[in-house]
């Protein structure tokens, strides 16, 4: 097949999409060495590559990497308050080193993040903070953002094997401790019978409070009915709409350590539905200490997690990884605080 290239104009990446029949985001990914694109797919592009003579300038990619002007945000969840202020956080320095932030949400959906990566990636970021979906996977994330391109992730882990490529920093919350502390102030208030409410197992940082939890438990004897642990989707909502599973089967709890505050919220709704007065008949925590944590009714005992520091954090951290691509990998771990407030009450006499 004969180019349709004029004489003397550079070949660009749409010129090789077009003439392949396949996206631009499809080329940028072959050129990137992504296993995300199938083995015929990527024969086709690399042929039509040398048929017309691309040039793929990767010190020139590398420089306008080094000096570009935005960072790339993408969160789990935008309805979550948390996110919010963790994203002006985030913004608070990138603002600051005179970038712009880039923002996706994937609402819980892997298949959504890659999409959302793949196109924040096509505007050149000089980096990314990723709160993943639950199930994301390794590979296919660093797939999707390339191995050059600096990435941090944040609160939850990557699952499945790690590519041989893989580097990328971390800032995680102290969820195993937080969720063991806001336990053991249950039981200290007086409570035997503590469910485990909210999230799911697909979540890095649901099980890592789930575990928290079983330990502080364990720790004292008491027992757990498995209709004390129940799952749902990390928003209000959901969490309204699930309550109902923590009295299905007899005994039924006495309270509840909530997966985060969106859930905590959720959860009173639900509990008020059954006539039931949270912080008077059933006591709970949340996880995060949004600020309507505070303002609630009853206000909301729970673990502060600092989401604007946290988000200020997350920038720097990239931002440091930009001035130095080749350190090592950093992982590090944000304690958490529990703020007792008035949803705690002892149970029932």
């Known amino acids: 097949m004969e180019s349709n290239t004029p004489l003397g104009r550079k070949v660009t990446v749409r010129d090789i999409a077009a003439a392949c029949g396949v996206s631009r985001a499809t080329v940028s990914l072959v050129l990137r060495d992504s296993p995300l694109v199938n083995k015929d797919t990527r024969a086709r592009v690399e042929e039509e590559l040398r048929r017309q003579g691309y040039v793929y300038n990767r010190a020139a990619a590398n420089l306008r990497r080094r000096t570009s002007s935005s960072i790339a945000l993408v969160i789990n969840e935008l309805a979550n308050p948390f996110f919010a202020e ?28 890659q999409a959302v990566l793949g196109s924040l990636i096509e ?6 903070i990723l709160s993943p979906a639950e199930g994301s996977d390794a590979r296919q994330v660093l797939a999707a953002v390339g191995a050059r391109t600096p990435l941090l992730v944040f609160n939850r882990e990557l699952s499945g094997e790690q590519p041989e490529y893989a580097h990328w920093d971390s800032l995680a919350l102290d969820n195993q401790q937080g969720a063991r502390e806001a336990t053991a102030h249950l039981i200290a208030q007086g409570h035997r019978r503590i469910a485990f409410f909210g999230g799911h197992g697909d979540s890095s940082s649901c099980r890592q409070r789930r575990a928290g939890y079983r330990e502080a438990m364990k720790a004292v004897g008491f027992p757990m009915a498995p209709h004390w642990e129940v799952e749902c989707l990390p928003t209000r909502l959901d969490a309204a709409r699930c309550a109902e599973a923590l009295f299905k089967a007899d005994p039924a709890p006495t309270a509840a350590v909530c997966y985060n505050d969106a859930v905590a919220l959720g959860l009173m709704h639900g509990l008020a539905e059954r006539g039931l007065a949270p912080g008077q008949d059933f006591a709970l925590t ?22 604007r520091a946290r988000g200020r954090q997350a920038a720097q951290m990239l931002l440091e990884r930009l001035r130095d691509p080749e350190a090592e990998a950093r992982r590090i771990v944000a304690p958490v605080k529990l703020v007792i407030r008035a949803s705690s009450c002892p149970p029932l006499a």
Request: proline share 7%; aromatic share 4%.
């Open 123 to 128: 505007h050149g970021p000089g980096g990314i």
């Open 86 to 113: 963790f994203a002006a956080g985030v913004d608070d320095v990138v603002g600051e080193a005179g970038m712009v932030t880039l923002l996706g949400s994937s609402s819980e959906s892997p298949k959504r993040e």
């Open 286 to 307: 949340g996880f995060d200490d949004i600020a309507e944590a505070a303002l609630a009714t009853p206000s909301l005992t729970t673990l502060a997690a600092a989401p």
